[in-house]
């Protein structure tokens, strides 16, 4: 079975860097993406890990660790429009083509003055 | 311009009733995807459609049923409603496997707010 951990909520001051943890045990691992949405919106792409070690890009880093199950997600020099819920999903294979992602219940993140 | 879109953007209705979401991309991907986000905002594979081909059909009532006419296109009709399919449901595409190598990124619609009264 899949199950993906993240916490539930976290709250962080503008202008800091928050880390968000996200533990995972799937039965196939083949990538781990990191999703950001907004209240009443879609899910949009920030960053995807499937070998070990931190991918930059911008203000957002994502760090993976396949032999211990873990990844998370770096925002730095937050800013109010960062408030949003973070998804973790861990990707394997569908039969035919194509990806499964399976999503954690996602973090959400607060960013206050 | 928009990649992926979604209609009804809103969709209220009675138990009971039967209704279609519909979906298209304009990405030029091979492989289309419905998730169901509950209240708990819990995203939740259904189905996966590649190249018109249902590829993923996870644990759904048999009341919900896809259609991909063309790889551009995923439909999802819901028979016999009923108070628990209140949700968001976001379609979604990716490109899937391309030159033998799978490109993974997927690329969600705007969602569909279904309430079931």
């Known amino acids: 079975g899949q199950n993906i951990d993240q916490p539930t909520e976290m709250t962080a001051t503008e202008g800091a860097i928050v880390q968000i943890n996200c533990t995972y045990q799937t039965s196939g691992f083949n990538g781990l993406f990191w999703y950001q949405q907004h209240a009443g919106e879609a899910p949009t792409f920030l960053s995807y890990?499937?070998?070990?070690g931190l991918e930059e890009k911008g203000r957002f880093s994502s760090f993976l660790s396949r032999s211990k199950g873990y990844s998370y997600l770096l925002l730095k020099e937050l800013q109010m429009k960062d408030s949003a819920s973070y998804l973790c999903a861990v990707r394997d294979y569908a039969r035919g083509g194509g990806n499964k992602l399976t999503f954690g219940t996602g973090t959400q993140l607060k960013v206050e003055l | 311009d928009t990649a992926v879109s979604q209609t009804p953007k809103y969709l209220v209705t009675q138990m009971g009733n039967d209704k279609s979401i519909k979906c298209e991309q304009n990405l030029g991907h091979d492989t289309m995807y419905w998730y169901k986000q509950d209240s708990k905002k819990f995203l939740k594979i259904m189905f996966s459609y590649n190249n018109k081909e249902l590829i993923i059909n996870e644990t759904v009532p048999n009341r919900f049923s896809p259609k991909s006419p063309d790889k551009a296109h995923l439909n999802l009709h819901i028979n016999s409603l009923e108070l628990g399919d209140s949700a968001v449901y976001f379609c979604?595409?990716?490109?899937?496997?391309?030159?033998?190598?799978?490109?993974?990124?997927?690329?969600f619609g705007p969602g569909t707010r279904l309430l079931v009264l």
């Open positions: 890990n499937v070998l070990d």
């Open positions: 979604a595409s990716s490109q899937g496997l391309q030159g033998g190598k799978v490109i993974e990124t997927q690329y």
